[in-house]
């Protein structure tokens, strides 16, 4: 890692300042080509003065920051240069300090700096990534909790109970004389506690990925059911187009709602009909082109979301449309409201034994609009609060790392169990052990290295 890389910090776009940064052995180099200042450049002191392009020419007046190694983000040397915010101005700085010496950063560079230079564990890293890309609070917040390494606290605390059962064996082994091998019984017990928090650690993974990534939820029913009333009035706002014609949607709409401890991506559809029936609803029948490239995106979306929050009209006898919706989806995650309650409930006096599931009211009022958010987390969340302080795996490859360790637990139990000499079971738990490892990034391979920090954005 001899390089010295560099790239723009800061957003693109124009804004009070901009952070041109560069990393590595040449910054301190770098600083006294691109910055010429009356004061000279002190570590963690800034220094007004100004940057220079290639051929000494100002470009801007600016503070310039230096961070020596390795008391720096990166463990390395860094320069900070802050300039006016303007999207010229932070690339011609970038250019000039590319022109002295730096190469551009790839992504997610700067943190794997960091990462490799022991400033912060994988977990953390992957919760830096997450933090820039949460888009709402609570995924904020968990991703704080992670980056303050509760995970990384909880797996190492895993760890060690794990290394101190290994490290008795191992003495066991090379002194059976002096050491007596670990008892059973005690050892199944401490390895059966190790198991429990595996085994709440997987759990976490749902909650963590319900909580970063939201639950999806497709509004879906036949025409003019009332999908896109009902979003509005889910959301507290007129986001989507509602009209008394059957056909007003025709492309799929996404918004956030918020449930609380987590939040659903709601997507408005089209709405489903047997397009083969005849005339398009809508006329003149060129529109029908349409609305089939409407209903397919309807139906892309149903079978893509989690939950199928299913509307139907409750006011006027089923129709044969709304009726397929019902079956397609039962049997899945879902909400089967029937709406316009106001106006009358034929549909739903008359709906099928195995519609226990379904619930009568109306977009109008919002009691019923609150029961509708009140299923939707019911089902997403179940009865469990979230937690979102406590360590949770946000990631597929935490999870593999987790089960891997787990398994490795259980083998040895099993190995216990059975009655065989307790030294058999250190291969097993050596396994689980550099499984853990791969949480808080001691045994990670690049490949994973790799995968995560090109979640990153460059700068990062
Ligand atoms: N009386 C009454 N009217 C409703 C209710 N919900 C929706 N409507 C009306 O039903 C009509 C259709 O509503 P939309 O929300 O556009 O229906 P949609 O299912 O999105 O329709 P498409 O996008 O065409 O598939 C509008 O005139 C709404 O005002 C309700 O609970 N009661
Ligand atoms: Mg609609």
Not at 261 to 279: F, L, N, P, Q
Request: aromatic residues 4%; contains cysteine.
């Amino acid at each position: 890692m001899s390089d010295t890389i560099a790239a723009v910090a800061t957003p693109p776009g124009r804004g009070a300042i901009a952070i041109v940064r560069a990393s590595g052995p040449a910054a301190r180099f770098i600083a006294n080509r691109v910055f010429s200042s009356r004061r000279k450049l002190r570590e963690r002191v800034a220094t007004t003065g100004h940057v220079l392009d290639a051929s000494g020419a100002r470009i801007d007046q600016g503070l310039a920051l230096l961070f020596l190694a390795p008391r720096s983000v990166t463990g390395e040397d860094v320069l900070e240069l802050h300039v006016h915010g303007s999207p010229a101005v932070s690339r011609e700085v970038l250019t000039s300090v590319l022109a002295a010496g730096a190469r551009l950063a790839g992504p997610g560079e700067f943190t794997r700096r960091a990462f490799l230079a022991g400033k912060m564990d994988l977990s953390a890293a992957e919760a830096v990534a997450d933090l820039i890309e949460a888009e709402h609070r609570s995924a904020a917040r968990a991703a704080a909790a992670r980056l303050s390494g509760g995970l990384a606290k909880t797996v190492e605390r895993l760890r060690s109970q794990l290394s101190a059962v290994l490290e008795e064996l191992a003495a066991s082994i090379d002194f059976p004389d002096e050491v007596p091998s670990p008892d059973p019984p005690t050892l199944e017990q401490r390895l059966h506690a190790v198991m429990q928090e595996l085994d709440a650690l997987a759990r976490s993974r749902e909650h963590g990925r319900l909580v970063r990534e939201g639950v999806g939820v497709a509004l879906v029913g036949a025409p003019n059911a009332g999908k896109s009333s009902l979003l509005n009035a889910l959301l507290g706002s007129e986001r989507a187009l509602v009209s008394e014609l059957a056909g007003t949607t025709r492309d799929t709409l996404e918004e956030t709602l918020s449930l609380g401890d987590v939040v659903a991506r709601v997507i408005d559809t089209a709405g489903i009909r047997h397009v083969s029936d005849g005339a398009s609803v809508v006329e003149p029948p060129s529109h029908a082109l349409l609305e089939a490239a409407g209903i397919a995106r309807a139906r892309a979306a149903l079978e893509q979301a989690r939950i199928a929050l299913v509307v139907v009209d409750a006011s006027v006898p089923l129709s044969r449309d709304a009726d397929a919706i019902i079956a397609e989806t039962r049997g899945r995650e879902r909400v089967l409201f029937y709406n316009k309650a106001d106006l009358g409930r034929i549909a739903y006096d008359a709906r099928a034994e195995s519609e226990r599931d379904a619930c009568l009211g109306s977009v109008f009022c919002d009691e019923d609009v609150a029961d509708v958010k009140e299923r939707l987390r019911s089902i997403a969340v179940g009865s469990e609060t979230i937690d979102v302080a406590r360590p949770m795996l946000a990631a597929g490859w935490q999870l593999d790392a987790v089960l891997e360790g787990r398994r490795g637990v259980s083998r040895a139990l099993d190995t216990l169990r059975a009655g065989a000499p307790v030294d058999l079971t250190s291969g097993d738990l050596t396994t689980a052990f550099q499984a853990l490892g791969m949480l808080s990034g001691r045994d990670a391979s690049e490949a994973l290295l790799d995968s995560i920090f090109s979640r990153f954005c460059i700068g990062k």
